[in-house]
């Protein structure tokens, strides 16, 4: 059974840290481009962190809201990927997700608050809340 199971969400402070982590079972995530994305209450599903396959380079894009605070890496050897968050901030809450593709990105390009691609295995999502 293919399978993604996101993990590492939680409570934390303003200005916090957080690592989500992204585990697949049932295949390999070495081919395909991995992203995450964030949904909040009454609030469309955005993109937020996009990693492209290994073979792609890995080459990584983000969401401008999160540029320079969110980190997307992927461990191959664990079959894992990674979303480190730094200087979270309130508009930061929401439910997390990864989704995995082996379809084309063209290198994670960012359009209408998604990442380019056909993302066809989802996780169920882990929650991240960020208040003092």
């Known amino acids: 059974q293919l399978q993604l199971v996101e993990s590492g969400g939680g409570l934390v402070q303003p200005g916090g840290s957080l690592r989500l982590a992204c585990a697949a079972s049932?295949?390999?995530?070495?081919?395909?481009?991995i992203a995450w994305f964030r949904q909040a209450p009454g609030k469309e599903r955005e993109g937020v962190a996009c990693i492209t396959s290994a073979n792609s380079g890995g080459r990584t894009n983000y969401a401008d809201s999160v540029k320079g605070r969110f980190t997307i890496s992927r461990d191959n050897a664990k079959n894992t990927v990674y979303l480190q968050m730094q200087r979270l901030l309130s508009e930061d809450t929401a439910i997390y997700s990864c989704?995995?593709?082996?379809?084309?990105?063209?290198?994670?390009?960012?359009?209408?608050?998604?990442?380019?691609?056909?993302?066809?295995?989802w996780g169920q999502g882990t929650q991240v809340t960020v208040s003092s």
């Open positions: 989704a995995a593709t082996g379809g084309e990105t063209y290198g994670c390009a960012y359009n209408a608050m998604s990442f380019y691609g056909t993302w066809g295995s």
């Open positions: 049932g295949f390999t995530l070495v081919d395909d481009a």
